[in-house]
């Protein structure tokens, strides 16, 4: 993963996902994205040629920063089933926060060309999480409970209370210990 962007892209990216967060897809152009970001229309289309293109990098962007940190926080755990807690964390702490990952993703719905960006992430993910020295039915009960959570919350669903959403992450991450899980 290249996490090295010019700062020019990095403010490009930060308008964009404000403007995202703020007024949905349908408020993205790019003379806004250009606007917010403090450059020119022009210098926007040198990096991105069209509200596509630019989205698609957003979303590399965000979903590189997303597992950037995942790994970050696994090392830090550095037992058996550290990558699948930090995932389980991050992705329940987006969804609640709002993050950009999570607005972006959401422009999958009306911009489907975004969906091999997406796909190509979420392969890898599910590798990760696959190789987590976890049991693979685990990893996969898991991943599919992570994910449904967080498309319930990205779509304003929110069908679990605070205290019930709490417990059910709890007992995702009790899945990851080795006595849980079977090892």
């Known amino acids: 993963m290249n996490n090295e962007i010019s700062d020019t892209k990095r403010k490009i990216f930060e308008a964009s996902r404000n403007i995202l967060q ?38 590399h962007f965000e979903a590189t920063t997303f597992e950037r940190a995942v790994t970050e926080a696994a090392q830090a755990d550095g037992q058996p089933g550290a990558w699948t807690r930090a995932y389980i964390i991050a992705s329940s702490e987006q969804a609640l926060q709002g993050r950009s990952l999570s607005a972006v993703i959401g422009s999958l719905l009306l911009e489907p060309g975004l969906l091999p960006v997406y796909a190509t992430h979420a392969a890898r993910w599910a590798e990760l999480l696959s190789r987590d020295q976890l049991p693979e039915r685990t990893a996969h009960i898991i991943r ?38 079977g090892q």
């Open 22 to 59: 703020d007024k949905g897809i349908l408020g993205l152009t790019l003379a806004e994205a250009a606007s917010v970001a403090g450059i020119s229309k022009g210098g926007l289309l040198y990096h991105f040629s069209s509200k596509s293109e630019l989205l698609a990098g957003l979303l």
């Open 144 to 181: 599919f409970a992570v994910e449904g959570l967080w498309f319930d919350e990205v779509c304003g669903l929110r069908p679990l209370g605070p205290a019930q959403r709490e417990a059910f992450v709890n007992s995702l991450l009790a899945m990851t210990r080795p006595a849980a899980s």
